[in-house]
């Protein structure tokens, strides 16, 4: 762990972004202010009835993105998806695609091709009539729908099964089928529905790094609602993390885990412990927290804008609390406890440890080494130790 | 399995005959060489050999047939458009009105709707012949032609359609390559239930009906009522195994619709597996 030294010496910059260990690539169009996004909700409202299913929402998405709509099933995200492809007209706002206006336009007008959650497939047709089916609508020439199929069959390895009926495949099978035929029309945007939600963990993982290759050979814009936050970190440039019909953020994958901006996001994406307390005092960039009577407080970088005497919570990421037997000598951030659980899973070691006004903390360790002299067990005394910038501190 | 036991048998065994043995007898009855009904004279296809000769029956049978051809074809248009408004358009102002409206024919008494047509065609001054009745049996099997395809189109998802015109089919495109193929096994029975039950109808086309209209099933019944003769039994004989034929084809497309539906469906489960 490169960070593992505290650097109190030189402060962070509140205005700085936050240095993260996640992988950065240099694609960043939205970064850009020169590049125009390819797709643009403008203040999209939806309302069924008296239910409020998109609130304002507005996101711009560019060229080559693979952008991620992640939320609890009823957040709204595959209502995002279905305006985009025209199955539902927003209550107000707009949609643009490339610049033009398609709120008005029938789905069979719309530049973007959609693999449905159910894949829908059409059973009367073979492998090869479904995946042409698009082109031949568009008035292609027999011989080039062939080639172009051909093509498509070989990108997604379905060349056996051509011939085949839908129900003479596999899930796996169909499931590449659906993806074919989306892409086969070469669109602008594929628009995915929770597009491995059929498949078995291990079979939904390889589907994941195989759209993610034919998303980068086809140099097409991706947009996947799901429900799986490890799936839309696996595959996606960005996400957009939705509740309740609204963004609460929209960020990469690395930030969204590193630098969550509530509560709600840090729970979302993956295990997070959380304090509540009370800043008492901010001085160079770091926030004194209080988290209750007798207890040593905590020390972390002060987000923007925050002010003395604000209710906060300090969210820590069980991988980043160190446990050990003794007592650190860095003693900013150390608080005792008693291990009340251990989970074994090889290559690393869940702890629970309850603290002393009986919090749990959950805490994580990799298990480097094959012998250790004296494991952490049951009912051991623990000191809990992290560095200042590890802890987010959010309000909200 | 199930232990055999003399009680189930039994009653089985009466169920049948209680059904089937008047009709057991009228078919072999049509086989009687003797010129009275109820006298046994031996086998013959004599009486079906006089069928062919009589030019009333047989151009009742014709008018039959006819009607029964565009009516179950109508009923069948219909009923598929109603099935689609019910499922599809989802919910619309008056819809539990409509679909009450389609419905009510089944449970309504077939005299009221015999009467019904009757004095409408009067009101509207219509001369009642071949198509008053075609109109009317078009109307009392379309619900039932609407109930067929209904019950295929709740099972069929949706999204399949989204699908086609997602990838540039219109409505129109969308409904005869995708919806029209995937419905036609329940189309078909339906055409088959409308065209058994308008061939077999005699309330409602004895209302509907008008001069030069006679159907198979009036002129049998007026000819009863002068007393039976074997010819009657011979062409109830062909009545009934073309009504058999109807509804077993229609129960076996509904049936392998459904069944490969359901491989469909378990294809998919598997593929979820």
Redesign the interface.
């Known amino acids: 762990m490169s960070g593992a030294t505290v650097q109190s010496a030189t402060p962070a910059q509140p205005k700085s972004p936050l240095r993260t260990a996640a992988p950065q690539s240099g694609f960043a169009p939205w970064k850009d202010p020169s590049k125009a996004p390819i797709v643009r909700f403008e203040n999209v409202v939806k309302r069924f009835g008296d239910f409020v299913a998109v609130k304002d929402c507005t996101l711009d998405i560019y060229e080559r993105e693979f952008f991620a709509l992640l939320g609890p099933s009823g957040c709204g995200k595959t209502t995002l998806l279905r305006m985009l ?3 539902e007209k927003p209550t107000s706002g707009r949609i643009l695609v490339a610049g033009q206006d398609i709120t008005e336009l ?3 007008e ?1 530049p ?3 693999m ?9 047709m073979t492998v090869e009539q479904n995946i042409g ?2 082109l031949r ?2 008035g292609m020439p027999k011989d080039q729908i062939a080639t172009r199929v051909d093509e498509v069959m070989a990108l997604l390895e379905l060349g056996r099964f051509g011939k085949r009926k ?10 590449r089928v659906a993806l074919a ?1 989306a892409i086969a ?1 070469k669109p602008r945007i594929v628009l995915l529905d929770e597009p491995l939600g ?3 963990k291990r079979l939904r993982q390889t589907a994941q790094f195989e759209l993610m290759g034919i998303q980068e050979r086809t140099g097409t814009t991706f947009i996947i609602v799901t429900h799986d936050q490890e799936e839309a970190m696996t595959v996606s440039s960005r996400i957009a993390v939705m509740d309740h019909g609204e963004f609460v953020q929209i960020a990469t994958p690395g930030d969204i885990y590193e630098a969550p901006n509530s509560r709600y996001v840090a729970n979302f994406i993956g295990d997070v412990n959380l304090f509540e307390g009370k800043v008492v005092s901010i001085s160079g960039g770091f926030a004194e927290i209080d988290w209750g009577p007798g207890l040593a407080r905590f020390k972390s970088v002060a987000p923007e804008g925050c002010t003395g005497d604000q209710q906060v919570w300090l969210a820590l990421r069980p991988e980043k609390i160190h446990i050990d037997l003794d007592k650190p000598t860095d003693t900013s951030n150390t608080i005792p406890g008693k291990v009340v659980d251990v989970g074994y899973l090889g290559s690393i070691s869940h702890y629970h440890v309850e603290l002393a006004n009986g919090q749990r903390v959950k805490a994580l360790r990799t298990n480097s080494s094959r012998t250790v002299d004296r494991p952490i067990s049951w009912e051991d005394k623990v000191w809990l130790q992290w560095p200042a910038e590890t802890g987010i501190v959010l309000t909200r | 399995m199930r232990r055999f036991s003399w009680f189930n048998a039994t009653s089985i065994a009466l169920g049948f005959a209680f059904l089937y043995i008047p009709i057991l007898l009228l078919v072999i009855y049509s086989f009687n060489d003797s010129k009275l009904v109820t006298v046994w004279g031996g086998w013959s296809t004599r009486w079906y050999g006089e069928l062919l000769q009589n030019e009333g029956i047989l151009n009742a049978a014709w008018v039959t047939l006819r009607v029964a051809i565009v009516s179950s074809t109508l009923a069948t248009i219909l009923g598929t458009m109603a099935a689609i408004v019910l499922v599809r358009m989802g919910r619309f102002p008056g819809r539990t009105l409509f679909s009450g409206l389609i419905f009510a024919p089944l449970v309504m008494p077939e005299v009221i709707t015999g009467l019904s047509m009757l004095l409408l065609f009067v009101a509207m001054n219509l001369d009642r012949g071949f198509w008053t009745v075609v109109i009317a049996h078009a109307t009392f099997s379309m619900c039932f032609a609407a109930v067929v395809v209904q019950a295929r189109l709740y099972d069929f ?1 949706k ?2 359609e ?9 409505p129109l ?1 969308t409904f005869r ?2 919806t029209l ?2 419905i036609a096994p329940s189309v078909i029975s339906a055409w088959l239930l409308s065209f058994t039950l308008s061939l077999d109808d005699l309330v409602i086309a004895s209302f509907a009906t008008g001069p030069g209209a006679t159907t198979l099933p009036m002129k049998i019944y007026s000819q009863v009522r002068l007393g039976v003769t074997p010819e009657i039994n011979a062409v109830s004989t062909i009545m009934i195994g073309l009504v058999t034929i109807g509804v077993l084809v229609a129960s076996y497309s509904t049936k392998r619709a459904s069944e ?1 539906q359901e ?2 469906m378990k ?2 489960d ?4």
């Open positions: 492809a025209g199955f029938a789905p069979y719309r973007v091709n959609m449905f959650q159910s894949y829908a497939l059409f059973p009367h089916f698009g609508q568009d839908p129900h003479q495949l596999s899930g796996g099978q169909q499931q035929r029309k059929a498949l078995d | 998802d999204s399949v989204e699908a086609a015109m997602d990838l540039g089919a219109t495109d390559q995708v193929p995937i490969r491989r469909e294809a998919v598997a593929g979820a597996k």
